[in-house]
């Protein structure tokens, strides 16, 4: 059998449109339709991933209404009043405020034995208790004052023997001297006309006197130191 006689020739053109081809003209539309649509989707979707992707949060803002309270309008009426003048009268009043009271000052009890052992001393050695108690009346000026230098020799001996005396005051009597705020009431008596507050500037009157060291004789227990100079009886 020659099959050469059922060869088909791809080049030749339909010259029929029946049903059959239809049918497959619809199917390859459909096809294309589908497979384009397919495409599409999947272009969108890969899309809308990235968008997503780089899109920051949004903040979304809600509005809330709140109706508000319905106001009220209030209606004020001046009413004149008359005015009472006051008068306002200040009257002094002298308040007295009580000074509160100063420390109480503790007088220091003086010991009667020391002063006693100074005045027989002064009587033993310079007859001092004598030269005060004595008349003078009855003596001139030239007996006085012969006297007189022989007592200063005996007090003076007491006092170098049994005292240590410092001058107060550096100075020199009459020279000017300014005493500082603060300055020691005990050892500085200022005198005169007194104004203000310190600094005050004067003169030196006098240097003043101060004992640093004190040396008076022990006594034996019994001595009675109210005997100043015992009474003397010559036989």
Known sequence: MDITNYM????????????????????AAILAVALIFTLM????????????????PQIKIVEKMVQSEPVIKIVEKIVEVPV?????????????????????????EANADAALQ??????????????????????????????ARVIHEGCNKVLDEHFTFISIAKENEGDKITLLEGFDAAKVRVTGNIVGNPPFT??????????????????????NSNVIAPA???L
């Open 8 to 27: 088909i020739d791809l080049t030749l053109k339909p010259t029929t449109f029946d049903l059959w081809h239809v049918c497959l003209a619809g199917t």
């Open 41 to 56: 989707s999947l272009l969108i979707c890969l899309v809308s991933r990235k968008d997503t992707t780089n899109k920051e």
């Open 84 to 108: 009472e003048k006051i008068v306002e009268r200040i009257v002094e009043v002298e308040k007295i405020i009580q000074i509160p009271a100063p420390a109480p000052i503790i007088l220091k």
């Open 118 to 147: 100074l005045l027989y001393l002064l009587q033993n050695d310079a007859r001092f208790i004598d030269f005060i108690k004595e008349d003078m009346n009855a003596y001139s000026d030239e007996d006085v004052g012969a006297v």
């Open 202 to 223: 004067g003169t030196i009157i006098h240097k003043g006197w101060q004992i640093t060291d004190v040396r008076l004789p022990s006594t034996v227990q019994g001595y």
């Open 232 to 234: 003397e009886v010559e």
